[in-house]
Each structure stands twice: as structure tokens, then as C-alpha cells.
Nanobody
Framework: QVQLVESGGGLVQPGGSLRLSCAAS????????MGWYRQAPGKQRELVAT???????NYADSVKGRFIISRDNAKNTAYLQMNVLKPEDTAVYYC?????????WGQGTQVTVSS
């Protein structure tokens, strides 16, 4: 069983930055695709960004140019650097680890963008 623990959420003003971290309980980084998803109140969970074990990245159009996903395989940790945050980025952010049909989720961390 793999556990994912997110951290780094909080309250930030529009235009500000936050960095989310996702620490895995054991070494899964050699094969798993790591991703960040978010869910705003009253909305479905949506993809934010993913990164493969080889470092290939994919982003939702709404965050391209503002967010950067990365991973440190030696630390079993994935990151999401969020810049130029907007009120519409407010959501609970979830870390995901995926290998074919196997999915692991973190508990989520709240990000609130408000003045």
C-alpha cells in the first residue's frame, strides 16, 4: 500500500505563489506517473498536471505557463509550483500516483486564493 501526503496549501493573495509537495511512503517513482488534480466546491475533480517517470509533463490549459510540476525521485516527492495564482485556482488539490489501472490518492490540501 502506498501513502501519499500532500503539504504546502494555504491562503494566498491573487498574483501570489505556492508550492505543493507530495511525499510517497515508498519508492514508486521509478515507474508511476505522478499527477496533481483539484476539486472546487460544487465541481468535479479535474486534472491539473502530470509528470511521467521520464519527466514528460502535461498541463491543463487553465494552468499552462503558470504552474510547474516536477519530481525528485531520490526523495520520492513530487511538487507543484503555482505562480500568478487566481481566485479560480481555489480548490482542494490532490496528489495522484498512477500505474496502468492502479491509482493512489492523497488526502488533499486546501488552496485558497483571495484578497
Amino acid at each position: 500500500q502506498v501513502q501519499l501526503v500532500e503539504s504546502g496549501g494555504g491562503l494566498v493573495q491573487p498574483g501570489g505563489s505556492l508550492r505543493l509537495s507530495c511525499a510517497a511512503s515508498k519508492n514508486i517513482f521509478s515507474t508511476y506517473v505522478m499527477g496533481w488534480y483539484r476539486q472546487a466546491p460544487g465541481k468535479q475533480r479535474e486534472l491539473v498536471a502530470t509528470i511521467t517517470s521520464g519527466g514528460n509533463t502535461n498541463y491543463a490549459d487553465s494552468v499552462k505557463g503558470r504552474f510547474i510540476i516536477s519530481r525528485d525521485n531520490a526523495k520520492n516527492t513530487a511538487y507543484l509550483q503555482m505562480n500568478v495564482l487566481k481566485p479560480e485556482d481555489t480548490a482542494v488539490y490532490y496528489c495522484n500516483a498512477r500505474l496502468f489501472t492502479i491509482n493512489y490518492w492523497g488526502q488533499g490540501t486546501q488552496v485558497t486564493v483571495s484578497s
